[in-house]
């Protein structure tokens, strides 16, 4: 396990500013090449949504990393019930996009997880327009 600077390297603007804020929110863990590459694969594809759905303004960002945030401590919630506090896994990404997509199911009132995963609208963010 090492820190995966080089996997938080990224072309655009916006995808360097959530990958910059990944890399801060998961803080002195170690980071497996899988889950690292898993990550990054969100950051670009959520980044490329805020882009394609013109949502870039500061609120726009501001969601985007409260998701990501909730996103990478829930991976480290997994990653103490998994047994390696100190490092995450491709296995604490997964539970933690397993996690997320339940909690999303289960309520009546289904959490936004916008730009970070496909199946919500941009309306459910922002209303319609």
């Avoid at 655009?12 to 690292?36: N, R």
């Amino acid at each position: 396990m090492k820190k995966l600077d080089s996997l938080f390297t990224f072309n655009g603007k916006l995808q360097s500013q959530l990958g910059q804020f990944a890399k801060e929110t998961i803080g002195p863990l170690a980071t497996d090449p899988a889950c690292g590459l898993a990550l990054r694969a969100m950051i670009i594809a959520g980044a490329e949504r805020m882009e394609t759905e013109g949502c870039v303004a500061n609120r726009d960002l501001a969601i985007a990393r409260s998701n990501l945030r909730r996103f990478i401590n829930e991976m480290k919630v997994e990653a103490v019930f998994l047994g390696h506090p100190e490092w995450l896994d491709y296995d604490s990404f997964h539970a933690a996009e397993r996690n997320i997509e339940q909690l999303q199911h289960a309520t009546l009132n289904p959490l936004t997880f916008w730009p970070f995963w496909p199946d919500e609208s941009v309306e459910r963010v922002h209303g319609p327009n």
